[in-house]
């Protein structure tokens, strides 16, 4: 008999993403300008993973908090299903404006608003009865939480007390790459069985000059059997295991939209490692479903299939 999927908690962010484009040169101050398209969704690390697990059929939930307002209902409406758990908080929620300009590059400016807010207190709340025994914890966006990076160890100790492995994509540290942040994401590798991050994240971490000087800076750095997974934007992805690397291609599209690429190739990956696919297999599904999520403007909430994108 085959055995059940495991199931996936990610645990971070949820937020309001307001996104428009393209612009080219900044406005003058005191003036208007009118953008060609924009988009009005639910966002924020965790959230855009959770979103696109949800439309790929995974058992998951997400593990997360919302405000008080419209917008926090919005995002609570969007998580009720039996796995997931959203902490109501009394602040506005974070929103996110996304400039988008020519050649994929971006612009972001945030509110902090109830992200400041979520707390240990709420996770392990949320976590109280949640099947962890066996399950796969994914720690997302830990650099927009100021009040869970400083108990992160803590979470992920008891987490693993409970039968759980540990996944994490941390995201890019808001006051850059210091010791003291590299040594606090070396603390949280320690920890995991799976890290996702991207290309400049590895350059950053390691202070190396490339990804091939990052992944070999990384060689002997990594706990045993653990998974270290970087993506490369339209370059695909690359594995490290055991000293052995694996790489798969993304496939080509003209893209308008990248925000919340990385997101939904960790929804892909996961998603694919949860049916019991071969690294190199989960490598291509992670680049597919980025691909087939962020070609679509606005964005679509409709259901993917794994085989299909994989085929």
Same mark, same amino acid.
């Given at each position: ?107 972001? @400016?945030? #509110?902090? !608003?109830?992200? $400041?807010? %979520? ?5 392990? =709340? ?5 099947? *962890? ?122 893209? @308008?939209? #990248?925000? !919340?690429?990385? $997101?939904? %190739? ?5 998603? =694919? ?5 071969? *690294? ?32």
């Amino acid at each position: 008999m085959k055995a059940a999927p495991f199931p996936i908690a990610v645990i971070g962010n949820a937020n309001l993403d307001l996104v428009g484009g393209l612009l080219a040169d900044w406005p003058e101050q005191g003036t208007e300008i009118f953008l060609d398209r924009a988009d009005s969704r639910i966002g924020g690390s965790a959230a855009n993973t959770a979103l696109v697990l949800q439309r790929l059929g995974a058992v998951s939930g997400l593990i997360a908090s919302a405000g008080s307002d419209a917008v926090g209902t919005m995002i609570a409406e969007a998580f009720a299903a039996p796995l997931d758990r959203i902490a109501r908080v009394e602040a506005p929620t974070s929103v996110t404006f996304g400039l988008l300009h020519p050649g994929a590059e971006r612009t972001f @400016f945030s #509110t902090p !608003g109830h992200l $400041d807010r %979520f707390d240990m207190a709420q996770v392990r =709340a949320g976590l109280a009865d949640w099947p *962890l025994d066996g399950a796969l914890a994914m720690m997302s966006g830990a650099f927009a939480l100021p009040a869970l990076t400083r108990d992160s160890l803590s979470l992920m100790r008891d987490l693993r007390a409970r039968g759980a492995q540990i996944a994490i994509d941390p995201g890019w540290p808001g006051g850059g790459w210091t010791d003291t942040t590299r040594a606090l994401v070396q603390g949280w590798i320690a920890e995991s069985a799976l890290v996702l991050i991207n290309d400049k994240e590895l350059v950053g971490l390691t202070g190396a000059n490339s990804v091939e000087g990052g992944l070999n800076a990384m060689v002997g750095q990594l706990p045993e059997d653990c998974v270290l997974v970087v993506k490369c934007g339209p370059d695909g992805a690359i594995a490290l295991r055991d000293g052995e690397t694996f790489s798969a291609t993304s496939p080509r599209a003209d893209i @308008f939209d #990248t925000i !919340g690429a990385g $997101d939904a %190739f960790n929804a892909g990956f996961l998603a =694919a490692l949860q049916v019991g696919l071969d *690294l190199q297999t989960c490598l291509r599904a992670g680049s597919a479903v980025a691909s087939a999520v962020i070609r679509i403007f606005p964005r679509s909430t409709g259901t993917f299939q794994l085989s299909e994108l994989l085929a």
